[in-house]
T-cell receptor, first 112, second 114 residues
């Protein structure tokens, strides 16, 4: 069973600060996705990374896929209260129509 | 276009009963996946259906089953409910069944077993 470990589990910071959350595994993933989930809603896809070393930027969010495709990070600059939510990483191990393996998530709270 | 629709949004069932949850994917999407989300275990993959065929199954007991209809709508069934089955059940649809395809999630069905 392939596992994705996310850290930290909980993070509460002030508006305007920067933060990084991590997603690590001992296994190689063919692709990794990051989702954000708000209370009472399903996860919403933020980005998919497929190439080792890949960096993608989405406004104030920067996503990086490790060279060995075993880890990923999400960096948020100048965090805003609207960034509050549960951030989930998920990966496909490869092959055909296998399901996504999710990390348990990072609960992020941005205080005004 | 309309998103993924899951019904009902909330359910309360008694231990030992069975339950059926429904998922209507985005129009044109043929792949539907089901996940269970609990505070302790996070999101866990249940199964995926594509063109009415189960493509893959997660590590859940046989009490969990599903099906997909010709219009791509999907149902999942849990028989002989246990207290531990209380969870948010999420359905995700995608156009094709491929690892880099974006999956769109519904709002989920919150199942409480008492």
């Amino acid at each position: 069973t392939q596992l994705l470990e996310q850290s930290p589990q909980f993070l509460s910071i002030q508006e305007g600060e920067n933060l990084t959350v991590y997603c690590n595994s001992s296994s190689v993933f063919s692709s990794l996705q990051w989702y954000r989930q708000e209370p009472g809603e399903g996860p919403v896809l933020l980005v998919t990374v497929v190439t080792g070393g890949e960096v993608k930027k989405l406004k104030r969010l920067t996503f990086q896929f490790g060279d060995a495709r075993k880890d990923s990070s999400l960096h948020i600059t100048a965090a805003q209260p609207g960034d509050t939510g549960l951030y989930l990483c998920a990966g496909h191990s490869g092959g055909g129509a296998d399901g996504l393996t999710f990390g348990k998530g990072t609960h992020l709270i941005i205080q005004p | 276009k309309a998103g993924v629709t899951q019904t009902p949004r909330y359910l309360i069932k008694t231990r030992g009963q069975q339950v059926t949850l429904s998922c209507s994917p985005i129009s044109g999407h043929r792949s539907v996946s089901w996940y269970q989300q609990t505070p302790g275990q996070g999101l866990q993959f249940l199964f995926e259906y594509f063109s009415e065929t189960q493509r893959n199954k997660g590590n859940f007991p046989g009490r969990f089953s599903g099906r997909q209809f010709s219009n791509s709508r999907s149902e999942m069934n849990v028989s002989t409910l246990e207290l531990g089955d209380s969870a948010l059940y999420l359905c995700a649809s995608s156009f094709v069944s491929r690892r880099d395809t974006e999956a769109f999630f519904g709002q989920g069905t919150r199942l409480t077993v008492v």
